[in-house]
């Protein structure tokens, strides 16, 4: 594992300081790995959405797939390569 250094507002410290103790963080180092994981799970959802709108587009109406359930599928898929189960 390797040693990053962060420079952080007093502020910031703060909000996570009181996050960390509503939240039952035992550290700072280990509200902010969650917090980073968190991040790239949301940012691979959202690809994984612009993916499926595109192929939404290339089906020109032969698909029946809404919004919603192309957001779903992306969910789905997010989850199933995160080993997360939904049901």
Known sequence: METISLKMEETLLKDIDGTIKKHRYSTRTEFIRDA?????????????IKRLTAMKGILKGKGKLSDEEAGELAVRNVAKKFGIKLD
């Open 36 to 48: 980073i994981r968190g991040k790239l799970t949301k940012l691979e959802k959202e690809e994984a």
